[in-house]
């Protein structure tokens, strides 16, 4: 009786954990997104203004290293929102529909 004991403490302390590393795990991963959009947005805000070429060996080597991720099982954060206007100030894509009141993520300016 008191192996069976042992053994159910040991199924549901194993149990826990794993549930509370799937979660860590889930934050890390993302974050790891959250990154990989803000350096993307970030990327295409100085394209936009002509500060970053396209073509530049920085973004390329960025790509490279978030495609060997990817192929390695990092899975790609959900994308919620289509882009719905442009900013006419900074010309970045929003995703806002830029009514009255609404500021670009961006630049601040206010709609």
Same mark, same amino acid.
């Given at each position: 009786?008191a192996i069976k004991?042992?053994?159910? %403490?040991?199924n549901?302390?194993?149990? #826990?954990?794993?549930?509370e590393?799937?979660?860590?795990m889930?934050l890390?991963?993302d974050a790891?997104? @959250?990154l990989?959009?803000?350096?993307r947005g970030?990327? #295409?805000l100085?394209i936009?203004?002509?500060?970053?070429p @396209?073509e530049? @060996?920085?973004i390329?080597?960025?790509?490279?290293?978030m495609?060997?991720l %990817?192929?390695?099982?990092?899975?790609e954060?959900?994308?919620?929102a289509k882009?719905?206007s442009q900013c006419?100030s900074c010309?970045t894509?929003l %995703?806002?529909a830029?009514n009255?009141? #609404?500021?670009?993520e961006?630049?601040?300016?206010?709609?």
């Amino acid at each position: 009786m008191a192996i069976k004991n042992n053994n159910e %403490r040991f199924n549901n302390q194993f149990a #826990e954990d794993v549930a509370e590393m799937r979660l860590r795990m889930q934050l890390i991963i993302d974050a790891v997104n @959250a990154l990989d959009t803000a350096m993307r947005g970030t990327f #295409e805000l100085l394209i936009d203004q002509g500060m970053l070429p @396209a073509e530049a @060996a920085g973004i390329k080597q960025y790509e490279k290293m978030m495609n060997q991720l %990817r192929k390695l099982g990092l899975k790609e954060e959900k994308v919620l929102a289509k882009v719905q206007s442009q900013c006419p100030s900074c010309k970045t894509n929003l %995703r806002i529909a830029g009514n009255p009141g #609404e500021r670009c993520e961006w630049c601040g300016y206010e709609f």
